[in-house]
Every structure is written in structure tokens, then in C-alpha cells.
T-cell receptor, first 114, second 110 residues
Framework: DAGVIQSPRHEVTEMGQEVTLRCKPI?????LFWYRQTMMRGLELLIY????????DSGMPEDRFSAKMPNASFSTLKIQPSEPRDSAVYFC????????????FGEGSRLTVL | GQQVMQIPQYQHVQEGEDFTTYCNSS?????IQWYKQRPGGHPVFLIQ?????EVKKQKRLTFQFGEAKKNSSLHITATQTTDVGTYFC??????????FGEGTQLTVNP
């Protein structure tokens, strides 16, 4: 298996622009997670899905952030409009369980908002 | 709310010295996981502990889960330059969220 695949690896955009991050989980994993990593706040769980259904989105910062999982092999995290404070590395991870399964992380999408 | 706290935040050692990072939770954890993130990389799963007082070893790494299941530690014996990275613990909080500690960034001087 190719593992969790994220795109783009790097994104530089200007404040106010829309950003879409993409993730393909490992086949057969029912759980998909979006994490954000910054120096100040560490690894934060933004949202996770079970069988394509959002289960816990309490970590989503505000209405500018939205996430979808239209099918078992694809998820998106969208920021609209983007702000400089959204600059971070966004990781997608998949697993067979919410809290007891090993998380397999993608290589991350490094976002810089100017 | 429930938190998973980790200390120290940074640790600098000479190659060959030992290293320990500690993880503490305000509540009892059903399990705890450890991850390693190399500089510029992504977190990679190391191990999961489930039982009270559990001790597991992986070569030079020893993982412990406290008797009360509120704390855990990772000990590396005789560090090597390949051990460089940030080590995170993670535990389930608020029912079904896996929360990561702040991580301990380890640097090893050759």
C-alpha cells in the first residue's frame, strides 16, 4: 500500500485566497483524521471521520474551515478565506479505530499564507 | 478539559547518554500511544500500551505505563544520532479524541 497520500506538499498563497488540501487514506481504514501542527500549539486534531461521516469537528478553528469526505478514498480540508495565522503543516492520518488504532500519517501539507 | 502533558519540551544529550521523556494525563487513560517525528517528517507510530504497569521494550527503547494509567514514559538507552526527533505521547481524551502531548524534541550531539 502507498500509505496516506496528501497533496499539495507545499502551498504558498495570499491572505483571502481559498486553500484546498487533499487526502487519500489507506484502503480499508474506516477512520480519517485531519491534524494541524504549529510550533505554538503542537499537533491539534481538527476533525475526524468514521465511514465518511464527520464524528468530531470540535477542533475546527472557525467557520472558515470546512472538511468533507465524499467517499472512502478521498477527503478535503478547505480554508476560505485564508489568513496568515492559518500557516501550519496540515497532516491527514487514517486508522482502523478512533483511539486504539495506530495512526498512519501522510507526509503533510505545508501551508504558508502571506 | 482533559489534557496530555509532556516534559521536558527539549532535551540535548551527548551521543551515548540516556534520554527519558514523561507523559502525564489529568485523567485515567484507557491506552497510550507513542510516536516519533523526524525533523521535517511526519509522526510515525512506535508503540501502544494498554495495561496498568505495562512495560514494553524495542531494542534500546523502553516504554512504561503507570499503575494508575495516568502517566507514561519513554526511555532511550545509549542514544544515537538516529534517535534525533520529536517524541510524542497520545491518549484518548473527551471520550473519543486522540490527543497528543506537546512533544519532547531530542537532539543528540555526536
Amino acid at each position: 500500500d502507498a500509505g496516506v497520500i496528501q497533496s499539495p506538499r507545499h502551498e504558498v498563497t495570499e491572505m483571502g485566497q481559498e486553500v484546498t488540501l487533499r487526502c487519500k487514506p489507506i484502503s480499508g481504514h474506516d477512520y480519517l483524521f485531519w491534524y494541524r501542527q504549529t510550533m505554538m500549539r503542537g499537533l491539534e486534531l481538527l476533525i475526524y471521520f468514521n465511514n465518511n461521516v464527520p464524528i468530531d469537528d470540535s477542533g475546527m478553528p472557525e467557520d472558515r474551515f470546512s472538511a468533507k469526505m465524499p467517499n472512502a478514498s478521498f477527503s478535503t480540508l478547505k480554508i476560505q478565506p485564508s489568513e496568515p495565522r492559518d500557516s501550519a503543516v496540515y497532516f491527514c492520518a487514517s486508522s482502523t479505530d478512533a483511539t486504539t488504532g495506530e495512526l498512519f500519517f501522510g507526509e503533510g501539507s505545508r501551508l504558508t499564507v502571506l | 478539559g482533559q489534557q496530555v502533558m509532556q516534559i521536558p519540551q527539549y532535551q540535548h544529550v551527548q551521543e551515548g547518554e540516556d534520554f527519558t521523556t514523561y507523559c502525564n494525563s489529568s485523567t485515567t487513560l484507557s491506552n497510550i500511544q507513542w510516536y516519533k517525528q523526524r525533523p521535517g517528517g511526519h509522526p510515525v507510530f512506535l508503540i501502544q500500551l494498554v495495561k496498568s504497569g505495562e512495560v514494553k521494550k524495542q531494542k534500546r527503547l523502553t516504554f512504561q505505563f503507570g499503575e494508575a494509567k495516568k502517566n507514561s514514559s519513554l526511555h532511550i538507552t545509549a542514544t544515537q544520532t538516529t534517535d534525533v526527533g520529536t517524541y510524542f505521547c497520545a491518549g484518548p481524551t473527551s471520550g473519543s479524541r486522540l490527543t497528543f502531548g506537546e512533544g519532547t524534541q531530542l537532539t543528540v550531539n555526536p
